[in-house]
């Protein structure tokens, strides 16, 4: 199992518009092709304007093949374009749990 943390910094005070559209359109269209959502989380206390998503993968070919059809997707690329100009910078992570992570076990869906 492998999990990808998606880390956005936003333009300052966005956080409220890019969850709104991301709750009405984006996220359908991820979990369509995505699958396993692990959890969306904005920061609060700490680094400010953060949005981390997770999502989990059976293997890093999983990963690749399901991203592939998120981009292939014409309604994602129609959506992009309704959050791009609020993100600042984009980070990424492939992680793997430790053998005793509670989620180590969890199977995607």
Same mark, same amino acid.
Request: no cysteine.
């Given at each position: 199992m492998f999990y990808e943390?998606?880390?956005?910094?936003?333009?300052?005070?966005?956080?409220?518009?890019?969850?709104? +559209? +991301?709750?009405? $359109?984006? $996220?359908?269209? /991820?979990?369509?092709?995505?699958?396993?959502?692990?959890?969306?989380?904005?920061?609060?206390?700490? =680094? $400010?304007?953060?949005? +981390?998503?997770?999502?989990?993968?059976?293997?890093?070919?999983?990963?690749?093949?399901?991203?592939a059809r998120l981009t292939?997707? =014409?309604?994602? /690329?129609?959506?992009l374009p309704k959050i791009?100009?609020?993100? +600042?910078?984009?980070?990424?992570?492939?992680?793997?749990?430790?053998?005793?992570?509670?989620?180590?076990? /969890?199977?995607?869906?």
């Open positions: 943390i998606r880390t956005y910094r936003l333009k300052n005070g966005a956080i409220p518009e890019y969850l709104k +559209v +991301v709750g009405e $359109i984006g $996220i359908a269209i /991820q979990k369509k092709h995505l699958g396993n959502l692990v959890g969306y989380f904005s920061s609060e206390i700490g =680094p $400010i304007n953060e949005i +981390v998503h997770i999502w989990g993968y059976t293997s890093l070919d999983d990963r690749h093949a399901r991203r292939a997707d =014409p309604e994602w /690329q129609a959506f791009r100009d609020l993100i +600042v910078t984009a980070e990424n992570k492939i992680m793997s749990p430790a053998s005793f992570s509670p989620l180590g076990g /969890q199977e995607p869906t």
